[in-house]
């Protein structure tokens, strides 16, 4: 017997609808927070969102972070600037290029959240060596002229 795929319902197109599925609200558990991500998933494997999906990608995504930040805090005491860029990508299952993409999407608040998170730790010295570092060594990142 071969294994079924789980069919995801096509996601809703605007924040209305979205709501309707699933309300944002604080997130006060783990279910609530994995059924969060899991939403936050499929916006994001979805690619060109509407207007009210972008909306509701970046309230779910504030959301999440806010829980983390309570529940799941990342210990940066030993990591460096690539390093800290490197383990918040691990954590998150994300590449440069997904990195990217979510910059777009959520109006670039999700990268400045992990720019934010790199000058809190190691200031604002390393930062941009740190940043091109890391995309010279991934695979689709910007390479030398």
């Known amino acids: 017997m071969s ?3 789980s ?3 096509r996601l809703p197109r605007s924040f209305k609808s979205l709501v309707a ?9 783990e279910v609530q ?3 969060s991500l899991d939403w936050i998933n499929r916006l994001m ?9 972008e909306l509701y990608l970046e ?8 829980y983390e930040a309570a529940h799941h805090p990342i210990d940066a005491a ?17 590449n440069a290029s997904e990195l990217e993409h979510l910059a777009i999407i ?16 190691h200031g604002p010295e390393s930062l941009a060596d740190h940043t091109n570092e890391f995309l010279q060594r991934t695979p689709g990142g910007p390479t030398q002229p």
Do not use: W
Request: proline share 6%; hydrophobic share 45%; aromatic share 2%.
């Open 33 to 35: 927070y994995e059924e």
């Open 7 to 9: 069919i995801q319902p």
């Open 45 to 53: 494997a979805a690619g060109k969102l509407t207007k009210g999906q």
């Open 78 to 94: 030993g990591l460096h600037g690539l390093d800290a860029l490197r383990q918040l990508l691990a954590n998150n299952d994300m």
């Open 59 to 66: 309230t779910l995504v504030q959301l999440v972070q806010a």
């Open 106 to 121: 959520c109006s670039v608040s999700a990268a400045t959240e992990v720019a934010l998170a790199l000058l809190r730790a």
């Open 21 to 29: 599925a699933m309300p944002p609200r604080a997130i006060m558990d």
């Open 3 to 5: 294994p079924t795929k």
